[in-house]
């Protein structure tokens, strides 16, 4: 087998040192520029993860990974792209948790190993403006906390969002909850508040009006 030039055609993967200028030209075409807020994306993410696993432990964390996620120990469901919900039972075996700038969900199940999760990150992007049309149902302050819980969120935290006191934004989350529209991950004396499916969906017909 020759090139076009007429000279032996090189067999096999390329050498190491070509695949590593590939990627590199790729970088630097196509992620360079977009690569501050892919770092700042991951800083975001790594503070949100942390806090929710200093707050509410493993299941605060796993409990909030996700705007519909559910966590039912052992088993984390994740919502898939169409009808189907993708069961993952952790028995044991540890899960890896990998962010991802570009999207997700994506598992690998990995044979006597850790399955790794792929999760899309929380980039701190402010939430939308979904609490204008809400507010004159819920009133702007409950709406301004619903619409604040699309990044998952300690009391304090989402009192510090909002501008309230921490007694209002745990009033304005009993009545949110008791509505359906948050879940609440209690771990000692820790909480941990995230929409639910419903408040998801609610936030999303609003913001796209």
Do not use: K
Not at 61 to 81: D, Q, S, Y
Not at 148 to 174: E, F, I, K, W
């Amino acid at each position: 087998m020759v090139s076009p030039t007429g000279e032996p055609a090189q067999r096999g993967p390329p050498p190491a040192g070509s695949r590593a200028n590939d990627l590199r030209r790729y970088f630097r075409s196509s992620l360079a520029d977009l690569w501050p807020r892919v770092r700042a994306g991951a800083g975001a993410d790594r503070a949100l993860r942390s806090e929710a696993l200093l707050r509410g432990g493993v299941d605060g964390l796993l409990a909030t990974l996700g705007t519909c996620w559910r966590w039912e120990p052992p088993v984390l469901h994740i919502p898939w792209p169409g009808p189907a919900t993708v069961d993952v039972p952790l028995c044991g075996q540890g899960l890896v948790l990998v962010p991802s700038y570009f999207g997700g969900p994506a598992l690998m199940y990995r044979p006597r190993e850790s399955t790794v999760l792929i999760y899309p990150m929380h980039t701190g992007d402010s939430p939308g403006d979904g609490s204008d049309a809400l507010g004159p149902l819920l009133g702007r302050t409950r709406a301004a906390v619903l619409a604040s819980l699309q990044y998952p969120a300690t009391t304090t935290a989402l009192a510090d969002r909002v501008g309230v006191s921490l007694p209002s934004a745990s009033q304005h989350t009993a009545v949110l909850r008791n509505a359906g529209l948050i879940t609440t991950t209690r771990t000692g004396g820790a909480v941990l508040h995230a929409l639910s499916p419903l408040g998801a969906r609610l936030l999303g017909d609003t913001a796209g009006r």
